[in-house]
């Protein structure tokens, strides 16, 4: 089992800044990927960005150039900067956590930009 706790969402404007960060505990040796995904009111959960054991990241086309991922393997972390914020981000964020053979999601952080 793994366990998962996100923390960093907020209230931002427009243009701003927030860092969403996701620690991992348990069986953390058997993660193989972590990432960020999100679920605006009314739409499916979608993947925001995901990063690999060996450090390869995958990011959503509306988010890149905008928000990176990273991953502390010595904290069992996983961070998402997120700059320039949108209206549209405007979401629940999920932080989840993928082994051979399970899927591992923490409980969600609100991400609310607005003006």
């Known amino acids: 089992q793994v366990q998962l706790v996100e923390s960093g969402g907020g209230l931002m404007q427009p243009g701003g800044s927030l860092r969403l960060s996701c620690a991992a505990s348990?069986?953390?040796?058997?993660?193989?990927?972590m990432g960020w995904y999100r679920q605006a009111p009314g739409k499916q959960r979608e993947l925001v960005a995901a990063?690999?054991?060996?450090?390869?990241?995958n990011i959503t086309n509306s988010v890149k150039g905008r928000f990176t991922i990273s991953r502390d393997n010595a904290k069992n972390t996983v961070s998402l900067q997120m700059n320039s914020l949108k209206i549209e981000d405007t979401a629940v964020y999920y932080c989840d956590a993928v082994s051979v053979r399970s899927r591992y999601w923490g409980q969600g952080t609100q991400v609310t930009v607005s003006s």
């Open positions: 348990g069986s953390i040796s058997s993660i193989i990927a």
């Open positions: 990063i690999t054991d060996t450090g390869s990241t």
